[in-house]
């Protein structure tokens, strides 16, 4: 009995050691958790000091970059636009203007603004016809060229739609210039349409055809009015390809 009696005694004290190493294990394991723990928050505050500066710089970064990226298409319309103005002089340059002083005719005179005045080189004079149907003018260059652009400067001091129209504020708006056919041809046989232009003009403006539809060698250029109208205009310029 006596031996039944100690082996119980020793049976409590291997579990009270155990009790106690668990206690202690799991008193260890709190504490390193705690350390743990303690850790990512030294951590988490590290990178919470780095990320955010550097957040703030990705902002001003992204904002310089759109400021250049504007900069920088600013500056590409404006190449465009002079590479556009290059490329337009360069083609100039390969043209000559060969209706200057060349014979000229019109579907009829109105008073001495013969139709030579077109061609004068002088933008103060203009030729000039009567109140036609489908009224015109016609220059002869002569020989045949290689037309690639034709220029119509409307003359500088009329004429409206209504000249007599006393309650029109001007009667020298230069709308007259209107419904106008450009043709071109090797002969009056053959003319095609270089340009349409429809307005109305106004007084003294630069009116520019390009006839890079119909790049076929022509003779004549004749400027036609669709309808009952005046036809005046103060130059014609003829451009071609400089052979
Ligand atoms: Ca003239």
């Keep these: ?128 016809t009567e109140l036609d149907e489908s009224p015109y003018l016609e220059v002869d260059l002569g020989n045949e060229f290689q037309i690639k652009r034709i220029d119509i400067f409307n003359r500088k001091d009329c004429c409206d739609v209504k000249p007599n129209c006393i309650l029109c504020l001007s009667n020298i708006a230069g709308d007259r210039l209107h419904d106008l056919d450009i043709t071109i041809g090797p002969s009056h046989n053959q003319m095609y349409l270089c340009a349409h232009y429809k307005g109305p003009s106004r007084i003294g403006e630069h009116l520019v055809f390009e006839c890079n539809q119909n790049t076929k060698y022509a003779r004549y250029v004749r400027l036609t009015i669709k309808g009952r109208e005046y036809l005046s205009v103060a130059e014609v310029k003829v451009y071609a390809l400089d052979d």
């Design 1 to 128: 009995m006596c031996f039944v009696k100690d082996m119980n005694y020793i049976s409590v004290f291997i579990n009270a050691i155990v009790v106690a190493l668990m206690a202690i294990y799991v008193y260890q394991n709190e504490k390193r958790m705690e350390e743990i723990a303690a850790k990512h928050n030294q951590i988490g505050n590290i990178i919470i000091s780095v990320l955010g500066p550097k957040s703030l710089s990705l902002e001003r970064m992204e904002s310089k970059l759109n400021e250049t990226s504007a900069i920088l298409n600013r500056h590409n319309g404006i190449l465009q636009d002079i590479l556009e103005v290059v490329q337009r002089d360069q083609n100039i340059a390969q043209l000559r203007e060969i209706a200057y002083g060349k014979q000229t005719r019109q579907s009829s005179d109105y008073g001495k603004a013969y139709a030579s005045a077109s061609v004068d080189g002088n933008l103060d004079t203009a030729s000039h």
